[in-house]
């Protein structure tokens, strides 16, 4: 079954990043080339993708690395630790700068007062509590020299308590699965109220509801989240964690980038009619 789990994170992960620099690039082709109306939320999902390819980075490192089929040494197992580590580190990243990127995607559709400030509220409770777990994540165990230290159980009594760890995870990922819920239903009521044909609000109600996606990742990834301390030794759980973790930021990006292709598939289609 290991090997099984192990197989399947490298071909998710791999697939993740194919389709998210794919989306994104083609995200950019319209705002910079059709619509010619980039703004910050291309930009923070740009930063998102970069930390989101090294966080994938990593964990193909990590999954390479647990396949080799012999025994580490002493400083190869620390090394795949900090990798560990590390890699939960740039997943913080991704998925903070992910919901600024759909919060400031989605500001652009806001018509009310009220719907813009509880918009600015979410982005500032998400950012600001996704900087707080980043730094906790980083410095753990007091130092990011010691980032492996929390594994190795006579160096985890010099780290932040496991509950502690545990509950800034918790409600990192109700924070999460929140916005992306509040930032995909408040847009889509805002839709059933415009002016658009019955056609179109469908199509792009549809298009919007993918970035709930990612908040479906979220909650399997707090189900598996206590496998991510690795307690005594690399377990299903924590296999199970890491591929829901990285199905999150992937498929939010994914499809926060597949929302903004409407114009592409629009110019296609009247292209392929006017020939």
């Known amino acids: 079954e290991f090997y099984e789990l192990g197989v399947l994170i490298f071909a998710v992960v791999i697939m993740l990043l194919f389709l998210a620099w794919t989306t994104v690039a083609l995200r950019m082709w319209v705002r910079l080339g059709i619509t010619k109306s980039p703004g910050w939320d291309d930009a923070t999902m740009l930063i998102a993708l970069c930390l989101f390819t090294c966080y994938c980075a990593f964990i193909l490192t990590i999954t ?9 040494t002493e400083m190869e ?24 990127s759909l919060g400031l995607f989605f500001l652009r559709l806001l018509t009310k007062p009220w719907q813009t400030r509880l918009f600015h509220v979410i982005l500032a409770i998400s950012g600001v509590f996704g900087i707080f777990y980043f730094f906790v ?21 010099h780290c932040a308590p496991v509950w502690f760890v545990l509950t800034t995870g918790y409600i990192y990922g109700i924070i999460n699965v929140v916005a992306d819920w509040i930032f995909t239903l408040i847009p889509i009521v805002i839709l059933m109220d415009s002016t658009m044909d019955r056609r179109s609000k469908i199509s792009v109600g549809i298009v919007m509801s993918f970035a709930a996606v990612g908040s479906i990742s979220s909650i399997m990834r707090m189900v598996y989240l206590k496998g991510l301390l690795f307690e005594n030794s690399v377990s299903t759980t924590s296999i199970k964690a890491t591929i829901w973790a990285t199905a999150e930021p992937g498929t939010g990006i994914i499809a926060a980038s597949a929302a903004i292709l409407r114009p592409l598939f629009r110019k296609i289609y009247t292209d392929v009619r006017d020939k």
């Open 77 to 100: 197992l620390l090394q795949s630790l900090v990798y560990v580590q590390l890699s939960k580190v740039f997943y913080i990243l991704t998925t903070t700068f992910l919901k600024i």
């Open 137 to 157: 994540t980083l410095f753990v165990c007091g130092s990011p020299t010691k980032l492996a230290d929390s594994f190795i159980g006579a160096r985890a009594k």
């Open 64 to 72: 390479l690395r647990s396949r080799a089929h012999r025994q580490f």
